[in-house]
T-cell receptor, first 116, second 113 residues
Framework: DTGVSQDPRHKITKRGQNVTFRCDPI?????LYWYRQTLGQGPEFLTYFQNEAQLEKSRLLSDRFSAERPKGSFSTLEIQRTEQGDSAMYLC??????????????FGSGTRLTVV | SQQGEEDPQALSIQEGENATMNCSYKTSINNLQWYRQNSGRGLVHLILIRSNEREKHSGRLRVTLDTSKKSSSLLITASRAADTASYFCATDPGYSSASKIIFGSGTRLSIRP
């Protein structure tokens, strides 16, 4: 297991199109998080899962955004009808609930989305 | 929304000098974490300090935490060119199961050769 993998690394899409990103966490990690980061800012929390259950969604996550984690393994983040304001780096991270307070998160390299 | 604010926003120092970054936050925490991000890449966890700890060391990193002032600092000693990156603090409120870390706005550190 080499860490958290995100695919694709880069995505350019036209406004109005739908896009889907994938995240493969570290296999023994039961928690998976999605963050969004714009240039010069810190990552902003979007949503997180424990196993297959989506436990929290940020108000940043409009109705155009949906995330899933079927079977508690990989996760997908879909953005429908993309807008230019969706252009950002989308970061995925994973952790073990049992390690809370002892270890940090492991992040993937991110998916950079550009909406033209 | 972002919990923490880093200070300074940007820092440029000579190689070999020490770099100090500060983080202030607003609500009570269970722990505070520092992460590094190289340009265009994901974040790498550096160090975690619990709310009942005041200081922690890891290699050339020293982190302090003052919960009464709701602030933390990260010191990188004997800086190297490879330390050039953005550094973020992140707070974990730690309550119940509804917990995720919230990041600050970051400090961009540049090391001059």
């Amino acid at each position: 297991d080499t860490g958290v993998s995100q695919d694709p690394r880069h995505k350019i899409t036209k406004r109005g199109q739908n896009v889907t990103f994938r995240c493969d966490p570290i296999s023994e990690h039961n928690r998976l998080y999605w963050y969004r980061q714009t240039l010069g800012q810190g990552p902003e929390f979007l949503t997180y899962f424990q196993n297959e259950a989506q436990l929290e969604k940020s108000r940043l996550l409009s109705d155009r955004f949906s995330a899933e984690r079927p079977k508690g393994s990989f996760s997908t983040l879909e953005i429908q009808r993309t807008e230019q304001g969706d252009s950002a780096m989308y970061l995925c991270a994973s952790s073990r609930y049992e390690d809370r307070g002892n270890y940090g998160y492991t992040f993937g390299s991110g998916t950079r989305l550009t909406v033209v | 929304s972002q919990q923490g604010e880093e200070d300074p926003q940007a820092l440029s120092i000579q190689e070999g000098e020490n770099a100090t970054m500060n983080c202030s936050y607003k609500t009570s925490i269970n722990n505070l974490q520092w992460y590094r991000q190289n340009s265009g890449r994901g974040l790498v966890h550096l160090i975690l300090i619990r709310s009942n700890e005041r200081e922690k060391h890891s290699g050339r990193l020293r982190v302090t935490l003052d919960t009464s002032k709701k602030s933390s600092s990260l010191l990188i000693t004997a800086s190297r060119a490879a330390d050039t990156a953005s550094y973020f603090c992140a707070t974990d409120p730690g309550y119940s199961s509804a917990s995720k870390i919230i990041f600050g706005s970051g400090t961009r550190l540049s090391i001059r050769p």
